[in-house]
């Protein structure tokens, strides 16, 4: 190949190199032009926070469920070893979020906003070498250039690496999400039906205490009848303290139906009181169910949210360690004759794009580690 070919090939690929190569941020850049936050929005990272939370506070096991639903230590519970089951693999994946998947995507962000250092400083170094080369192409200027490529392109290369494995774990914990759900969806259908259907636990117990009510308020009124009559008779007239009556009254027709009307109650009261404290048992295991399976359903939703924006940050490295590698090759092949106007690479602007997509990152790191007050659904 002689003098003019190889040149015509270089102009050929210096006119590439222009039209083709990126050495800002790309679809990142897009995303902050349209007012996107890094990687999530602040809505949607607040929401999976928030369930994560939620999600490692879901009982275990029945001392963590008399405390979660508010009943008395010691309040019987039915077996439910299924439910804790699902819970406790909700706490795997939310721990597993909190302490290592929703810090890498944090240290992606620190990505950016390093490298957006870096351009600060490289990017005019590399184009001032550039410059100098086509100026005078001597060894020391090449080496010079070529060693701020190489840097450039191994941190590229790094936080693209870096990029895939939170893209990795971001996927998981979706797909965990997803398993979750499905699997408490199921329960919670299952003890809606045993619980609430007409021959449910709940539709039980409701009746019971709808009958044993109605019984309570009937020998009420007998009650109230008999101590009326019972205080109103001359005999016992000295009984002046309405409704204590029945308690001192030894003797007598209506005394004596008085006190065994309160016996009664007071017996169908604690059958109510007990009867209400299952039922209410029952009902925070179906709220707990209900609310952990809706509350899955939409995290599942913010975190796919998340994907796009995390394949466009594994999409953007790539391309930028790539676009650098092409750079080294054509550089590498130069000819010190070739216009210096072609060789005008966009460094200034790449650098201001950086800058714009850094600040969004660091948005996103100063906010990441806020604590949300979570509130229990039961």
Same mark, same amino acid.
């Given at each position: 190949?002689?003098?003019?070919?190889?040149? +015509?090939?270089?102009?050929?690929?210096?006119?590439?190199?222009?039209?083709?190569?990126?050495?800002?941020?790309?679809?990142?850049?897009?995303?902050?032009?349209?007012?996107?936050?890094?990687?999530?929005?602040?809505?949607?990272?607040?929401?999976?926070?928030?369930?994560?939370?939620?999600?490692?506070?879901?009982?275990?096991?029945?001392?963590?469920?008399?405390?979660?639903?508010?009943?008395?230590?010691?309040?019987?519970?039915?077996?439910?070893?299924? +439910?804790?089951?699902?819970?406790?693999?909700v706490h795997e994946h939310c721990n597993t979020w909190?302490?290592?998947?929703?810090?890498?995507?944090?240290?992606?962000?620190?990505?950016?906003?390093?490298?957006?250092?870096? $351009?600060?400083?490289?990017?005019?170094?590399?184009?001032?070498?550039?410059?100098?080369?086509?100026?005078?192409?001597?060894?020391? *200027?090449?080496?010079?250039?070529?060693?701020?490529?190489?840097?450039?392109?191994?941190?590229?290369?790094?936080?693209?690496?870096?990029?895939?494995?939170?893209?990795?774990? *971001?996927?998981?914990?979706?797909?965990? $999400?997803?398993?979750?759900?499905?699997?408490?969806?199921?329960?919670?259908?299952?003890?809606?039906?045993?619980?609430?259907?007409?021959?449910?636990?709940? $539709?039980?117990?409701?009746?019971?205490?709808?009958?044993?009510?109605?019984?309570?308020?009937?020998?009420?009124?007998?009650?109230?009848?008999?101590?009326?009559?019972?205080?109103?008779?001359? $005999?016992?007239?000295?009984?002046?303290?309405?409704?204590?009556?029945?308690?001192v009254v030894v003797a007598g027709t209506y005394g004596?139906?008085?006190?065994?009307?309160?016996?009664?109650?007071?017996?169908?009261?604690?059958?109510?009181?007990?009867?209400?404290?299952?039922?209410?048992?029952?009902?925070?295991?179906?709220?707990?169910?209900?609310?952990?399976?809706?509350?899955?359903?939409?995290?599942?939703?913010?975190?796919?949210?998340?994907?796009?924006?995390?394949?466009?940050?594994?999409?953007?490295?790539?391309?930028?360690?790539?676009?650098?590698?092409?750079?080294?090759?054509?550089?590498?092949?130069?000819?010190?004759?070739?216009?210096?106007?072609?060789?005008?690479?966009?460094?200034?602007?790449?650098?201001?794009?950086?800058?714009?997509?850094?600040?969004?990152?660091?948005?996103?790191?100063?906010?990441?580690?806020?604590?949300?007050?979570?509130?229990?659904?039961?």
């Amino acid at each position: 190949m002689d003098k003019f070919e190889r040149g +015509i090939n270089f102009m050929s690929n210096v006119i590439r190199l222009n039209t083709a190569l990126n050495f800002g941020p790309g679809q990142l850049r897009q995303e902050s032009q349209q007012g996107n936050q890094y990687v999530l929005s602040r809505a949607d990272w607040a929401a999976i926070q928030a369930y994560a939370q939620n999600g490692l506070s879901l009982p275990t096991n029945d001392e963590e469920f008399r405390v979660y639903a508010n009943l008395k230590p010691g309040a019987s519970i039915p077996n439910i070893s299924d +439910i804790y089951d699902a819970y406790k693999k909700v706490h795997e994946h939310c721990n597993t979020w909190q302490h290592d998947t929703f810090p890498q995507t944090v240290s992606l962000a620190s990505d950016l906003v390093n490298y957006n250092t870096y $351009t600060k400083t490289y990017y005019p170094a590399l184009q001032k070498r550039i410059d100098d080369y086509l100026e005078n192409p001597t060894d020391k *200027v090449l080496k010079e250039l070529t060693a701020i490529i190489n840097l450039l392109q191994k941190k590229a290369t790094e936080f693209h690496d870096r990029a895939v494995a939170a893209e990795t774990a *971001v996927t998981k914990f979706a797909d965990d $999400t997803a398993n979750d759900q499905t699997v408490i969806q199921k329960l919670d259908e299952n003890y809606n039906k045993q619980m609430n259907d007409e021959d449910g636990v709940v $539709t039980k117990l409701k009746k019971q205490i709808s009958d044993l009510t109605d019984q309570f308020n009937k020998l009420n009124d007998e009650y109230n009848r008999d101590v009326v009559i019972a205080a109103t008779t001359p $005999t016992y007239a000295w009984a002046t303290i309405f409704g204590f009556i029945a308690a001192v009254v030894v003797a007598g027709t209506y005394g004596a139906a008085a006190a065994a009307c309160k016996r009664q109650m007071d017996e169908i009261q604690k059958q109510i009181n007990s009867l209400t404290t299952e039922l209410n048992t029952d009902l925070n295991i179906l709220a707990a169910l209900t609310s952990a399976s809706k509350s899955l359903g939409f995290i599942k939703e913010s975190i796919n949210n998340a994907l796009p924006a995390l394949q466009k940050a594994k999409g953007s490295w790539k391309a930028l360690a790539d676009d650098l590698k092409s750079l080294q090759d054509l550089i590498k092949n130069a000819i010190s004759d070739q216009d210096p106007e072609l060789w005008n690479l966009g460094l200034d602007a790449a650098a201001d794009s950086w800058a714009k997509v850094g600040q969004d990152a660091d948005d996103y790191r100063h906010f990441a580690f806020v604590t949300f007050v979570t509130s229990q659904t039961a």
